[in-house]
């Protein structure tokens, strides 16, 4: 079982930066891969950004493609999601999940999840 923990959410500014953390712990399969997924209130869990562990191949969502990055320390069973140009419609409890490599990410489709950390962004 694979526990992940997400961290480094909080209140910023449109146009500011944030860099969200996820944590992995106990059993991981080989080549697996960290996706970040974001719910707005009211609103679907939708995909952000994924990488596989070995960092050789990312994705994003064309809502955040150019602003933000994903990238992974394996050493530390660490991804990061470096966010930059926020905006307000990135309001949203961010979670991140594993699961093997997939060419479309869909929430329902995937069963490992943190608990989520907020990002807050005003006007």
């Known amino acids: 079982q694979v526990q992940l923990v997400e961290s480094g959410g909080g209140l910023v500014q449109a146009g500011d930066s944030l860099r969200l953390t996820c944590a992995a712990s106990?059993?991981?399969?080989?080549?697996?891969?960290t996706a970040w997924f974001r719910q707005a209130p009211g609103k679907d869990r939708d995909f952000v950004a994924a990488i596989r562990r070995s960092g050789k191949m990312t994705t994003y969502s064309d809502s955040v493609k150019g602003r933000f990055t994903v990238s992974t320390d394996n050493a530390k069973n660490t991804v990061y999601l470096q966010m930059n140009s926020l905006k307000p419609e990135d309001t949203a409890v961010y979670y991140c999940?594993?699961?093997?490599?997939?060419?479309?990410?869909?929430?329902?489709?995937?069963?490992?999840w943190g608990k989520g950390t907020l990002v807050t962004v005003s006007s």
């Open positions: 106990g059993r991981t399969f080989t080549d697996y891969a």
């Open positions: 999940a594993v699961d093997f490599w997939r060419s479309e990410w869909r929430a329902r489709a995937i069963t490992c």
